[in-house]
C-alpha cells in the first residue's frame, strides 16, 4: 500500500511537472505532500443532483460521468478522463444545488480539493494563486470552444471528432452514453456508425 | 460630451454595486476612475479570426455577437448584451490566434480591459484579485451550465428557452442568427416558430 501511494504521489508529481516554470520544484513537492488522493470503485457518485459540490477532483486515473436526468433518461453531459479536472462550477461558487450527477463509470484514482485546502496552498505559494487562475481560464477557454464546436457541427461532425480527438472514450463508455453526449439517440448514433463503415468499404 | 462620459461612469458604477461586498467605495470608485469606457459603431469588429485576442470587454450598453465562418457560411455562437463580459479565453490564454469573430451588431459602449491593466489595479486593490477569481469561475459555470443545456435540448427547447431567458434578444438580432446560435437552419427555425403560432392559436 505504501508504495502504491508512492505511486499516487508520482503520477501527481508528472501530472504538475507542466508548471515547472511557474514554479519551483519543492513547490510543487509541497502541492504533492498536501494533496489527497483517493481511489473510488466504479459507480461511485461524487456528487447527486440537488446536493452542493463541496470537491473538486483531477482524474489520475478513470473515467468520471457527468449527467442529469431528463424525462426520465439520463443525459451525458461530460466525460472527464486522465489529466482532467472534475468541477461542479455554479454548485461550488454560489453554493447551489447542482443539476446534474458525477459517477465514477470505472474505478478512478481523483485528487480530491476543497476551497479551503486550496486557499492553505495559496497561503503557503502566492505564486499558486496565478497558476490557478491561469489554469481556471484555460478550462473556460475549453467550454468557451467546445460550445461553439458544439453548436456549429452535426452529430456525425460530433461522431468524428471524438473518434479523432477522444479515440479511448469509445472504448470505455457505453454506446448510448456516447449518443446522449452528442446529442442524438443511441438509434442516430447507430445509423451513423453504420454509414461510416459503408463508406469505408 | 463631459456629461456623457460621467453617464457612462455611472453606468458602471452601477454594474460593480454588486461587489460591494467584497469591495470598498473608494476600491470600486478606483476601478470606475481607472476604467477605458468605449463606444463602438455598429459593425465595428472587436476580433477577427486568427488574430490574437489582446482585450476583454464589459457590454454597458449593445450587442456583440462572436461568430465564425464555417463551410462559406457564417455560424453565430454567443450573443453577449447589458452585464455580459466579453473574452476570448483560450486565444488570451495561450496567445493563440482566436477561431472566431467579434462584431458589435449595435451600437456599442464597452468597457475595455487588458490584463496589464488588470494587473495594475490588482496591484492597488489586492482584495480585487479573488473577486475576478470569483467572476472567472461564474462564468465558466455559465458556460458549463449552457454546454449542459444544449446538448440535452431539442431546437424546439433551445428557442423557448430563450424567449423566457433572452428575449430581447429577438428583437435585436436577425432570425437567421438565431437560428445558427441554436444550431439549425433559418427554415427550421421558422417551421418551429409556425407550430408555436399554430399551437397558440
Known sequence: MNNNKLDLKQTLMQFLTQFEGFLTKDELQLIVDNSTIQLFKKGTYLLKEGEVAKHCYLVLN???REYLV???EEKSTAFYTEGQPVNS???A???TKANHNLICVEDCILTVGTSSLEEEMCELIPRLRSVIRMEVE???GTYQDEMSKFITS???ERY???LENRPDLLNRVPLHQIASFIGITA???SRIRKRMTDKKD
Open 138 to 140: 484555460k478550462h473556460t
Open 160 to 162: 468524428q471528432d471524438l
Open 89 to 91: 462550477f455554479t454548485s
Open 62 to 64: 478513470g473515467c468520471v
Open 70 to 72: 431528463k424525462n426520465g
Open 93 to 95: 461558487t454560489n453554493k
Open 187 to 189: 438509434e442516430s448514433l
Open 154 to 156: 452535426s452529430p456525425e
